[in-house]
């Protein structure tokens, strides 16, 4: 059902299940119910589980407008809570993914023994407050019914299970495969990756061969068909909740702890002196303070140490990595801790998350999602100019782009006579950089917005830069 213009923004990502649909009003996150979906919502709502799921956490905080606004065009409205940032699964790290699919099979369990369902099972049905998943498909839910499977069976495996497969069993990290098609990755590409002594290992033989068998040899039935030959073979809700035991089961087993590598120990190793890093520290401390944010980003994250400074001041840090195995530490390490102010993810700057899906909008890109009231980018603008080789001017654009007009950017310039850099340049040809100074890089920065506070580290080859982009 179409919207009617109301002063409501439609979200892109939102069409699939023609029952419902996410709209936007302002600040508030809103979903539209046709009758069917309205009735289903009434009886969730009025269900034990449900309520328990909420209060616990684990499903967003939903409530129905009461009247229905009678300018949405629709059999009844609920209002969510809207999530601090929202993040794609190509994002995530692997114990991110393995944490969600948890989430989604124990939503899952507890609506079957309550005698509900879900419609799907996508990755995309979870988002973060922090380090803490939340399911947010409140409108997938809907009653059980007798003799059918879990119609979201396919899209788990293909979103969520299969790519933890591939990661835990084989090495190979998944975002990749996951940023390239917005369905996931298909049992037949899983069915050709395992073959031989690999059709053996945990969680294939069921869930990859045996149902890309079955999707074969049901290619041309009907859904209905599909349905009839499970009732007639006696399925029940009993077999379904083993199938979900049986995948939690699984999924908690599978693990991916990579070797060790240069960045995951990056503090250590790389050329800061301990006077250094305490006026860096300061520096942060004093940059997000003054500037009470919202939304604050940390790009080339690490160990996460500057984004728990952030965190300190900010509403809510985002804090992006390149390296997955680092992002991954970083991730445990706040779950652990219990952290939901900070989010992480894995990201290569040089190669940001794009729009995906239909139209390419269905999945935002992430610079469309991040403007951030401060964006920290310390020791980042030598590995962008200088090891990616990605003109100055570019990156500085990159990253007052993501900075909100009037927010602060704070970030670190690397001189050519710093250790790190003489590294990076090492690797190159020579004079390939001549633009890559510090008057050149102040220069551009003034294009950008007006410096509040400059700071020389002690090691005299580092500079600290806090400036208010322009509005």
């Excluded at 919502?41 to 499903?59: E, P, T, Y």
């Excluded at 860096?280 to 604050?296: C, Q």
């Excluded at 992006?320 to 700057?349: F, H, K, S, T, W």
Aim: with cysteine; net charge neutral; hydrophobic share 45%.
């Amino acid at each position: 059902m179409a919207v009617p213009d109301a002063g409501l923004r439609v979200e892109p990502g939102s069409f699939r299940d023609p029952g419902n649909r996410v709209f936007h009003r302002r600040d508030e996150v809103l979903r539209g119910l046709d009758e069917r979906s309205a009735r289903d919502w009434r009886a969730l709502a009025a269900s034990d589980f449900f309520r328990h799921l909420i209060a616990a956490g684990k499903v967003c905080g939903t409530e129905e407008l009461v009247p229905t606004p009678v300018d949405v065009g629709w059999a009844a409205v609920l209002r969510h809570e809207r999530i601090p940032f929202v993040s794609h699964p190509y994002e995530w790290s692997f114990g991110m993914l393995r944490d969600a699919a948890l989430l989604h099979l124990e939503v899952l369990r507890s609506a079957l023994a309550a005698g509900f369902t879900t419609k799907d099972g996508s990755a995309y049905n979870l988002q973060w407050r922090g380090a803490s998943p939340v399911f947010i498909d409140v409108g997938s839910f809907e009653p059980a019914r007798d003799g059918e499977p879990w119609a979201g069976y396919r899209q788990f495996c293909q979103t969520l299970l299969y790519p933890l497969l591939l990661q835990a069993h084989l090495g190979l990290d998944f975002q990749p495969w996951l940023r390239a098609r917005i369905d996931g990755i298909e049992p037949d590409q899983m069915r050709r990756l395992f073959g031989g002594a690999r059709r053996l290992r945990a969680g294939v033989p069921t869930h990859v061969h045996l149902h890309g068998a079955m999707q074969a040899r049901n290619a041309h039935a009907s859904t209905s068909d599909v349905r009839a030959q499970l009732r007639a073979a006696g399925y029940s809700r009993e077999l379904a909740l083993a199938t979900v035991r049986g995948l939690e089961k699984l999924v908690r087993r599978l693990d991916h702890r990579p070797g060790e590598s240069h960045w995951s120990d990056y503090q250590r190793t790389c050329a800061y002196s301990v006077p250094d890093r305490q006026a860096k520290e300061s520096f942060v401390d004093r940059a997000v303070a003054a500037t009470a944010p919202g939304l604050a980003l940390d790009l080339g994250a690490n160990d996460g140490r500057y984004a728990r400074i952030a965190a300190r001041h900010a509403d809510y840090v985002v804090a992006v990595e390149q390296e997955p195995a680092v992002l991954d530490a970083l991730y445990r390490a706040l779950r652990n801790e219990g952290e939901r102010r900070i989010l992480p993810l894995v990201m290569d700057l040089a190669d940001p998350s794009p729009g995906g899906g239909w139209r390419g909008v269905e999945r935002a890109a992430f610079a469309d999602r991040a403007q951030a009231d401060v964006v920290l980018a310390l020791a980042v603008v030598h590995h962008l100019a200088i090891g990616r080789n990605v003109p100055l001017a570019g990156v500085l654009d990159q990253l007052a782009g993501l900075t909100a007009p009037g927010g602060s950017l704070v970030v670190e310039f690397v001189h050519p006579e710093d250790p790190m850099a003489r590294r990076l340049l090492a690797n190159k040809p020579g004079g390939l950089f001549p633009d890559y100074r510090r008057e050149a890089f102040e220069s551009l920065l003034a294009a950008h917005g007006r410096t509040v506070r400059r700071v020389e580290l002690p090691a005299g080859t580092r500079t600290l830069y806090q400036v208010v982009v322009h509005g």
